[in-house]
């Protein structure tokens, strides 16, 4: 098992930029493909993006091409998620999810474990 601690949400203004950093124990890290969901007020929990085991591939959604990155960092193991030009409608709980997969996944039902999320608020 794993357990999966975010951190790094709050409340900022449209344009600005936030960096999520997910912290996990437990099962060795690098086992686990690592990924980004949110879900806004009302909606269902969407793909945000992910990372393979070593780091050497990332898949985003749509949404946070060009604005997203994803990166982790195996001694630490942690897995983050650096925000660039939000929008109002990136506002939403945003979650870490592992994945004992092999490949990266973007789909809810591939990932095992799940963080409690962290609040991030844009503002117009």
């Known amino acids: 098992q794993v357990q999966l601690v975010e951190s790094g949400g709050g409340l900022v203004q449209a344009g600005g930029s936030l960096r999520l950093s997910c912290a996990a124990s437990?099962?060795?890290?690098?086992?686990?493909?690592m990924g980004w969901f949110r879900q806004a007020p009302g909606k269902e929990r969407e793909f945000v993006g992910a990372?393979?085991?070593?780091?050497?591939?990332?898949y985003y959604a749509d949404s946070g091409k060009g604005r997203f990155t994803i990166s982790r960092d195996n001694a630490k193991n942690t897995v983050y998620l650096q925000m660039n030009s939000l929008k109002p409608e990136d506002t939403a709980v945003y979650y870490c999810?592992?994945?004992?997969?092999?490949?990266?996944?973007?789909?809810?039902?591939?990932?095992?474990?799940w963080g409690q999320g962290t609040q991030v608020t844009v503002s117009s």
């Open positions: 990372i393979s085991k070593s780091g050497g591939s990332r």
């Open positions: 999810a592992a994945a004992d997969t092999i490949t990266v996944r973007a789909t809810k039902s591939a990932y095992d474990y």
């Open positions: 437990g099962r060795r890290f690098t086992s686990y493909t």
